[in-house]
């Protein structure tokens, strides 16, 4: 008995120094990743800065790079609209500052921070399915250096980092959810995630419905639709588990509504409107949101082809945006023909359509970017559908497709950080 016990904490210490192993080899590719991190760009943390000096708002515009500052009438103060949830997601970081330790955001470590983050949680999901050592930290992979992800996230400006907190909070909701059930947790890492993209809050019930299955666990092979009916599930979602679930988000949420009434004297008013100009903008010619929208975002999101040259380099992602299926190829693994848990797979494939349609119906596609930055918020489902699907060994298509997809993402990071072929 005491062997196995041994055998068991080996077995335990060797594969948390695969995940811390493998997060900060991630974290270090993302943090040398771009040489010019777009710190500058810092609304989220000069706002969290602020709150250390007990103010809301920012007194000194001598700023013109930050051109979404919302000026607050005749006050002399300006507002940012970003959501609350984002500025305080930056608080660590600006207590550093605060406490005389950094004098700038410090956006290439907080990057690389959130992607190590990723990389631990998705191990940590991986870990609950019967599949190798090696395929789970392929299909890691996949997401981290074969999505557009990676690009995006190292440019490192407060848009940028807001995905990839959403990112870190979506992985933690989801695996507190489904994975390791720990119903108050999962509601925080759910703030987290619509405190930075204020659209997953819409996700709410599927997480909460989530919360009322069996624990996925590669060990026994329960799953979520096993010994749990869905009308069961539905009944289940109005109880203690997802009460304590709602703790975090619903304290995140008055927060939210109280800090918009401060700026603006409306709980409603989140600021966007307020931007100077942004109705201006060609892209919201029918407003921020419209169904017009769609046709335009289906093309730059899944149709846009990438730039063919004469000269080298001959092939060159266009900078404002560029199908996700030409950077990420191994995406077509989502319509492989496996059998999967139905509830969690559709509850994924929901969660994906849901936060799909508010990205298309939305007028601005991305603005400079690589691929199409919005879908990073798709991504942690997309990785739950991989796993579900995944079969007894690799397939030829699936290192392959996932393999190009890093070459691909790699080729892209190049260009637009070492090189002045992406120049907006």
């Known amino acids: 008995m005491e062997n196995v016990e041994k055998a068991a904490i080996f077995t335990e210490k060797r594969k948390w120094l695969g995940i811390l192993g493998f997060a ?14 777009q710190f500058h760009f810092d609304y989220t943390y000069r706002f969290a800065v602020n ?3 007990g103010k809301i708002g920012y007194l000194d515009y001598r700023l013109p790079w930050l051109n979404e500052l919302i000026p607050a009438g005749t006050t002399g103060r300006y507002y940012t609209a970003f959501p609350y949830g984002a500025i305080v997601s930056m608080i660590p970081f600006a207590a550093l500052e605060y406490f005389g330790l950094i004098k700038a955001m410090p956006a290439a470590f907080i990057a690389a921070t959130l992607a190590g983050i990723s990389a631990v949680f998705l191990l940590l999901i991986a870990g609950k399915y019967d599949i190798s050592e090696f395929r789970k930290f392929l299909l890691a992979s996949a997401v981290l250096l074969g999505s557009f992800m990676w690009t995006n996230l190292v440019m490192a400006g407060a848009w940028h980092l807001a995905l990839g907190f959403a990112m870190v909070g979506e992985l933690g909701a989801i695996y507190f959810s489904v994975y390791n059930r720990k119903p108050l947790i ?38 979520e639709s096993e010994g749990v009916s869905f009308g069961s599930r539905i009944a289940k979602v109005l109880s203690w588990e997802t009460a304590w679930f709602c703790v975090v988000p619903f304290l995140l949420g008055v927060s939210t509504l109280f800090y918009n009434y401060i700026r603006f004297k409306s709980i409603s008013d989140f600021g966007y409107l307020h931007i100077p100009g942004v109705l201006a903008e060609p892209w919201y ?10 046709p335009s975002n ?11 040259r004469s000269v080298a380099p001959f092939v060159l992602p266009n900078p404002f945006g560029a199908s996700i299926l030409i950077s990420s190829v191994w995406l077509l693994l989502l319509f492989r023909k496996r059998k999967t848990d139905f509830l969690l797979t559709s509850a994924c494939w929901v969660s994906i359509a849901v936060l799909t349609f508010i990205l298309w119906i939305h007028g601005n596609a991305g603005g400079y970017q690589f691929s199409y930055r919005y879908a990073t918020i798709l991504l942690p489902w997309i990785f739950v559908i991989l796993l579900e699907k995944s079969g007894e ?13 890093i ?7 190049w260009l637009f950080f070492f090189t002045d072929y992406m120049k907006a």
């Open 407 to 413: 070459i691909i993402n790699g080729y892209a990071t």
């Open 24 to 37: 900060l080899l991630i974290a270090l590719v993302y943090y040398l990743s771009n040489p010019n991190p």
């Open 285 to 294: 010619r029918y407003g921020i949101f419209s169904l017009s929208y769609i």
């Open 186 to 223: 999962a509601g925080a890492f759910f703030a987290l995630a619509f405190g930075n993209r204020t659209e997953i809050l819409l996700l709410a019930p599927v997480l909460m419905f989530l919360l009322t299955g069996n624990s996925r666990d590669s060990n026994t092979g329960m799953t």
């Open 51 to 53: 709150f250390f000096h």
């Open 393 to 405: 060994r690799i397939s030829r298509f699936e290192w392959i497709s996932i393999a190009v997809s």
């Open 298 to 308: 289906i093309y730059e999101m899944l149709l846009r082809p990438w730039v063919i």
